[in-house]
């Protein structure tokens, strides 16, 4: 740290080493201690020394894969011993496989990374979170089969089944043609159900969510063809700050920071990009759904960890 006192505030940063969430840890750093929760040690070397060069910089950094729940315990034990004044969590790290992938226990490996992974880390820092802190989700609009710019780019919103059918990457009938949309689409929606049914669950925690915008360009196209990946960076990320539903990463960060900043309370809410609140889909906003969600998550978790690794 730049500054002889220690922060006052920390914030805790998944997937900041790429994409939006990179951008958010730069905006969290003028709020205090980032911590980068990451999987690659070399590049959250480069964060952390990219923040601890900025003024009043400081950042810390803990390995996490998500599609390693072992990975995930261990490291909520790390910051668990961090001991500092965490405000907030931010949820971000995230990927969306082009075709049906898996961990290597043979587990859907976008329902793993993006819900499981997340869901168990939080559930695992919860404890330590003094009252009022923020947790944040980084959801995706994709979730809704209503959403006319995600069924044009082929998606059919969340397609849960249960949580151990989305484990065997298996998603209700009548989905998405291009494989990996429908995993990607159900693996956000429990995002978005987890943040609605803790809000109601934990009233002495804030939870939130955020749909930060279609951001072309970042690394989650990353399996995407050299052409769409070109098209995306140098041809659409361009255009993103004109086309409605669209944003950029540096944009995306400044809402995310004042959402995951805001100190007016608010709880279950969720943001558009612009940081309005918007509506989920008919099936998320059913709180029976949410709360299946919440609980079918924590028996498979609670079946997985008696299972030999
Ligand atoms: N881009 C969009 O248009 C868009 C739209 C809606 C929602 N989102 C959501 O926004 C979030 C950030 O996406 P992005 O567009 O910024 O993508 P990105 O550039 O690919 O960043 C994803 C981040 O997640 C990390 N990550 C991936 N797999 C991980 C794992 N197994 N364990 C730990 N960290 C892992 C990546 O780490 P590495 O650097 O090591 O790969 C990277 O830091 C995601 O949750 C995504 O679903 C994005």
Same mark, same amino acid.
Request: with cysteine; charged share 20%.
């Given at each position: 740290m730049n500054s002889t006192s220690p922060a006052a505030k920390a914030w805790i940063v998944t997937g900041p080493t790429s994409g939006i969430g990179h951008r958010t840890a @730069?905006?969290?750093?003028? #709020?205090?201690?980032?911590?980068?929760?990451?999987?690659? *040690?070399? +590049?959250? $070397? /480069?964060?952390?020394?990219?923040? &601890?060069?900025?003024?009043?910089?400081?950042?810390?950094?803990?390995?996490?894969? !998500?599609?390693? @729940?072992?990975?995930?315990?261990?490291?909520?034990?790390?910051?668990?011993?961090?001991?500092? *004044?965490?405000?907030?969590?931010? &949820? &971000?790290?995230?990927?969306?496989?082009?075709?049906? %992938?898996?961990? %290597?226990?043979?587990?859907? @490996?976008?329902?793993?990374?993006? #819900?499981?992974? *997340?869901?168990?880390?939080? /559930?695992a820092l919860i404890p330590h979170l003094p009252d009022g802190v923020n947790v944040v989700f980084t959801c995706s609009a994709v979730e809704d089969p209503k959403r006319k710019p995600a069924t044009m780019a082929g998606f059919r919103g969340g397609r849960y089944i249960s949580a151990e059918a989305c484990l065997r990457g298996e998603w209700q009938p009548g989905g998405a043609t291009r494989p990996g949309l429908d995993a990607y689409a159900t693996s956000k929606q429990c995002n978005l159900a987890t943040v609605l049914a803790f809000a109601r669950e934990m009233p002495r925690l804030r939870f939130n969510a955020v749909e930060p915008g279609l951001n072309p360009g970042t690394g989650l196209a990353r399996d995407a063809g050299a052409v769409t990946r070109f098209a995306a960076k140098y041809v659409a990320q361009p255009l993103a700050p004109f086309i409605k539903y669209?944003?950029?990463? +540096? $944009?995306? %960060?400044?809402?995310?920071?004042?959402?995951?900043?805001?100190?007016?309370? %608010?709880?279950?809410?969720?943001?558009?990009?612009?940081? +309005?609140?918007?509506?989920?889909?008919?099936?998320?906003?059913?709180?029976? !759904?949410?709360?299946?969600?919440?609980? /079918?998550?924590?028996?498979?978790?609670?079946?997985?960890?008696?299972?030999?690794?």
């Open positions: @730069l905006e969290l750093a003028q #709020h205090g201690t980032v911590v980068l929760v990451g999987r690659s *040690p070399d +590049k959250l $070397r /480069e964060v952390e020394a990219e923040i &601890n060069a900025l003024p009043q910089g400081h950042a810390v950094t803990v390995v996490c894969d !998500f599609s390693d @729940l072992a990975s995930v315990r261990r490291a909520a034990a790390q910051i668990a011993t961090l001991d500092l *004044p965490v405000a907030g969590l931010l &949820n &971000n790290a995230g990927i969306s496989p082009m075709g049906p %992938a898996s961990t %290597a226990q043979g587990w859907d @490996l976008a329902f793993t990374t993006n #819900h499981l992974g *997340p869901f168990a880390l939080t /559930e669209w944003s950029t990463p +540096k $944009r995306a %960060a400044r809402m995310i920071t004042g959402v995951l900043t805001d100190a007016s309370g %608010a709880t279950g809410v969720y943001y558009d990009e612009n940081g +309005k609140p918007m509506l989920g889909s008919d099936q998320v906003r059913d709180a029976a !759904f949410s709360a299946r969600v919440v609980a /079918e998550t924590r028996a498979l978790l609670a079946e997985l960890s008696r299972q030999p690794a």
